[in-house]
């Protein structure tokens, strides 16, 4: 919310730093078998790092979760490692920042260390409306849902989640990012256009240029536009 950002920037808590962790495949609940889970909590510090890609030192995992096309799935974000409690925020501290959610389509999802990705979800800022991306993630326990589209072409793919904090002010902000290992399967035959990571985003970006508790702030969306399907 922009009410009251200019105190609340000043006090933002390091310890609120999160990370996401599970993943559900429509109602069931896959929790971190299909998650390159990354090494800590931390942002990450700059936007040319390679930890751009999947998030600070993830550790690819040997799974790989099948998910048919149309389906939808959920990406789960927590303050620490294997917490799911709903009782503290999401990630909280003032993190004030959009929320976005990529694929990519890759030969083998366990090992794939690039990619082109397009994106399938946002939660930006709301204009008059007092509500983030990590403001409506926190309302929802930390999950955000999506629907895989119904047309790409199956296969395997990394979801990569991101949530980007913006209270520290203009020029500094603090990505948290984890990639998912899926296979996609019943798709059909589109393989959308689609930014790598790092280069998709650069500190003259208008989103990063402004400090959002600047009166004349107005959100504009990093990256690419959301993919129709």
């Keep these: ?38 090494k800590d909590n931390n942002p990450i510090t700059s936007l040319t790092s390679s930890d ?19 389906t939808s799935l959920t990406v789960e974000m927590h303050a620490q490692p294997n917490e799911r409690s709903c009782s503290q925020p999401a990630i909280g501290g003032n993190h004030y920042g959009p929320v976005l959610i990529y694929m990519a ?67 500094q902000p603090q990505p948290y990012v984890t990639c998912f290992q899926i296979n996609v399967t019943g798709g059909g035959s589109a393989n959308p256009a689609g930014v790598s990571f790092p280069g998709a985003y650069k500190l003259s970006d208008p989103l990063f240029t402004k400090a959002i508790y600047d009166s004349s702030f107005t959100y504009t969306s990093p990256g690419p536009a959301v993919y129709s399907g």
């Design 105 to 171: 389509k890759v030969a083998d999802a366990k090992t794939a260390n690039s990619g082109s990705f397009f994106k399938v979800a946002e939660d930006g800022y709301k204009g008059s409306t007092p509500t983030w991306g990590t403001e409506i993630l926190n309302a929802n326990c930390g999950k955000r849902s999506f629907t895989v589209p119904k047309n790409i072409a199956s296969g395997n793919y990394l979801v990569r989640a991101e949530a980007i904090a913006l209270h520290a002010g203009a020029g």
């Design 52 to 70: 751009m890609f999947c998030g600070r030192g993830p550790a690819a995992s040997a799974n790989v979760c099948d998910v048919a096309a149309g």
């Design 1 to 38: 919310m922009k009410t009251g950002l200019v105190l609340l920037a000043a006090v933002a808590s390091v310890s609120a730093h999160s990370t996401w962790q599970q993943l559900w495949v429509g109602s069931t609940d896959q929790a971190t078998k299909c998650s390159r889970v990354v």
